[in-house]
């Protein structure tokens, strides 16, 4: 394929426009929705990885798009009614679908590829962690795209119908959503009791990935390895519809893609912890003393460790041995549903806890405090409020000798509600002795790091349920 018949080929085809349409409406969803994306450390602009993961997710709608798109291209032909005229030339039938698919190979990869770098321009700025882990999942991206369209191409060659692009481009898009719904999720029962569902192994046949919920975890190398089998199946089956001019000949055109399905599947990671996994470069711990994050946040390391280091003095002096001696950014990723795990001796916190996510100087004392005694016990995934915040105010205050707002947004409502809870507890707590207040906090603590029991029910002075 000469450059010259390319730039023909790219001034006289839709594959431009396809290029121009992936791009437009991926950043019409980026910029026009305030979702997810834009949230926290997990943003898409915050990370290499979730830069990566987010993009790879917007594949839900933009992989049908290119499907559909490739399908119109192929057509053109059968509309110019010059399909008899092109099979008694000299050339090559493989050559012209070469043509006709690397025009549009190349536009939708640069579309993906300018989308990347408009994310990566902004991650430089933000992210103090760089590394190439993320490079496979954008470039497993780019050529679900590509497939896709090439198979659009094949199949709207296959079938010349003014009716096979939008029928390919909605069969695509439900594909995506059973891949992500029924047939790509299994449900599960938790320790808690909670229902839940997780991805298995058929899910990673869809070019989009899971939402974004940890700033640590990737795609293992067996997903990526099975999804580029799936995927070159997928471009060799719609190449092979684009040369063949037989029914039998189109018939055996399938052979790539189910074969590429068979092989993706003997690769591809049943267990959902094999799927989606803790980077562990960067998780890696970088420390200031007793005060640690993962290597992702180390940037944040300087505005932490001075607040972490008057935490530990504070709490060391109200607990005595009791006391926790370090502080460290969560690595554990859990399933959803199941429950966190706390330590005694080290407070752990996540940058995206509310308590913690714009807390600084004094305030980011307090509520590493907070976190270091009573950390919370809703099940991984959950978000609200509940009786361990009226639990943490008052531990919080005891250590600090003054009942206050904890940091955080939450609405007035809510804060008068806890200081109406709060202060009768305050005050009986600081009527007793000494001793009595420090059993009464340990036993807070305990059960608060245990999940085992109502904090607030044990400071209260009631039994634990």
């Known amino acids: 394929m000469s450059l010259r018949v390319l730039r023909i080929e790219l001034r006289r085809s839709v594959a431009p426009w396809a290029g121009v349409v992936v791009l437009a409406s991926a950043l019409a969803f980026l910029y026009l929705v305030d979702a997810a994306w834009w949230r926290g450390s997990t943003a898409w602009t915050a990370q290499w990885t979730t830069l990566a993961l987010w993009t790879r997710g917007l594949l839900f709608y933009l992989w049908p798009i290119a499907v559909g798109l490739g399908a119109l291209q192929g057509l053109r032909d059968h509309r110019s009614?010059?399909?008899?005229?092109?099979?008694?030339?000299?050339?090559p039938a493989r050559h012209r679908a070469a043509t006709l698919a690397g025009a549009t190979a190349i536009t939708l990869a640069s579309a993906f590829s300018l989308l990347v770098l408009m994310g990566a321009v902004q991650v430089v700025a933000n992210a103090g962690y760089t590394h190439l882990g993320w490079l496979p999942i954008s470039l497993v991206g780019?050529?679900?795209?590509?497939?896709?369209?090439?198979?659009?191409?094949?199949?709207?060659?296959?079938?010349?119908?003014?009716?096979?692009p939008p029928a390919l481009a909605m069969g695509a898009f439900v594909f995506t959503v059973l891949m992500h719904t029924s047939l790509g999720r299994t449900e599960t029962a938790t320790t808690t009791g909670v229902t839940t569902t997780e991805p298995n192994q058929v899910s990673l046949l869809s070019p989009a990935v899971e939402e974004v919920r940890d700033v640590l975890v990737t795609l293992s190398a067996a997903v990526h390895v099975g999804q580029t089998v799936w995927l070159l199946g997928m471009a060799a089956t719609g190449f092979a519809l684009l040369v063949a001019a037989t029914p039998r000949t189109r018939l055996i055109a399938l052979t790539p893609v189910l074969a590429g399905a068979a092989l993706a599947l003997l690769v591809l990671p049943s267990d959902p912890r094999r799927m989606y996994v803790v980077d562990e470069a960067a998780a890696e711990l970088v420390c200031d003393g007793p005060v640690c994050?993962?290597?992702t946040h180390q940037a944040r390391l300087a505005g932490l460790a001075g607040p972490g280091k008057e935490a530990l003095r504070l709490l060391h002096g109200a607990l005595g041995g009791q006391a926790p001696v370090s502080i460290r950014e969560n690595t554990a990723v859990l399933p959803d549903g199941s429950m966190p795990q706390w330590s005694r001796e080290a407070v752990l916190f996540d940058f995206d806890d509310e308590i913690i996510a714009a807390a600084e100087g004094e305030e980011l004392t307090v509520a590493l405090i907070a976190q270091g005694m009573v950390p919370g016990c809703?099940?991984?995934?959950?978000?609200?409020?509940?009786?361990?915040?009226?639990?943490?105010?008052?531990?919080?205050?005891?250590?600090?000798?003054?009942?206050?707002?904890l940091p955080g947004t939450y609405p007035a409502g809510l804060r008068r509600e806890a200081d109406a809870e709060t202060r009768p507890v305050w005050t009986e707590l600081k009527a007793l002795p000494r001793s009595e207040q420090l059993s009464r906090i340990n036993a807070t603590r305990a059960a608060a790091l245990s999940c085992e029991g109502d904090a607030f029910d044990v400071l209260s002075g009631g039994a634990p349920r």
Request: hydrophobic share 50%.
């Open 81 to 91: 009614r010059m399909a008899e005229l092109l099979t008694s030339t000299p050339r």
């Open 142 to 164: 780019a050529l679900s795209l590509v497939a896709g369209a090439v198979l659009g191409m094949g199949a709207g060659r296959a079938l010349p119908s003014v009716l096979t």
């Open 293 to 295: 994050v993962t290597r």
């Open 378 to 405: 809703f099940p991984v995934g959950w978000s609200g409020t509940g009786r361990d915040e009226f639990a943490r105010t008052v531990a919080v205050g005891w250590v600090l000798g003054d009942l206050r707002p």
